[in-house]
C-alpha cells in the first residue's frame, strides 16, 4: 500500500524543525488508517508540542494521538505518583469544589467528595510514568491547567488529558491566552506581572521582562506545557546582571520554598 502524500514532508519538517532540533526529540510516526500516532521520547516539552503541531498541520483531517513521551526528572511508583498528581490538584484552589480520587494499582483512593452533581476528577497512574486525566470539568481553562499541574510534578512521561468539559466550550486562540496567563500566574517561580501573552492561530506570542535566565526558561516552559500551544514567539528580555544581589537572594529564596511544587520539567 502507498504512504499518504503528506508522510515525507511530515518527517522531514520534524527533522528540521527549529524546537525539535534545539531540544531533541527522536519522533516516530505510525499511521493506521485515518489515525497518525506520534511515539517516541522527547527531552523537553517544546518538541513534544511542536511534534503534535506539525502532525496536525501536515496530516489535516486526520486523528493525531500524540504518545510522545517526555523525561521525567524523578520516577515515581504508579500509586505515589498517582496520589502526588492529585495532591497537587487538590492543592490547587481552582479544584476546591471539585471531587477527585486517584487510581493505581493499589487500588482508588478519595481525597475530596464533593457530592452529587460537582465536577469531579480522576488520576489514574498507567504503566511508565504515564497518567490518565478523567473526570468532568467547567471550563476550557480548567481542563489545560489540569494538565499543566500533572506536568508540573516532574514525574510524568505521558500525560493523556481526557478530561470533558460540561456544558462543552468552543476553543479559541482567547481561551488559549487565558489559560497560559493563568499558567503563569500559578507558577511561584514567574512575575507573570511583568509579561505580556497573545496568541494568533496557536502560536503565542509572549514578551515582558525575567528577573534573570533562569526565570526566563521557566516562562518559555510554562507556556510550552499548556496544551493547545502550537509555537511560541519569545520576545521576553532577561534582567538577571542588573538583579541587586538582595533582590536575587529572595528570587532564590520563593524558588527553593516552592521546589516540593514545581520541579524540573524539561
Known sequence: ???????????DALKS?????????NVEVELNGDVVTLKGEARHIAAKRRAAALAMKFARGRRIVDALRRDVSRRLGDRELATTVAERLAQEPVFAEYGLESDSDGGRQLLHDAGEGAYALCVSALDDDTIRLTGTVGTLTHRRLAEVIAWWTGA????????EIVPPEEDSDDELTDAIRMTLEKDPLVDAGQLRVGTAGGVVHVEGLALSPEQHESVLEDVWLVPGVADVVDRVASQGAGVPPGERAELDSVSRSHSSRRRDVR
Not at 524543525?17 to 526529540?25: F, L, P, Q, Y
Request: charge should be negative; charged fraction near 25%; include cysteine.
Open 1 to 11: 500500500m502507498p504512504e499518504p502524500e503528506f508522510l515525507e514532508p511530515l518527517l
Open 156 to 163: 510524568c512521561a505521558l500525560v493523556l488529558n481526557e478530561l
Open 17 to 25: 524543525d527549529r524546537s525539535i532540533v534545539r531540544h531533541g526529540a
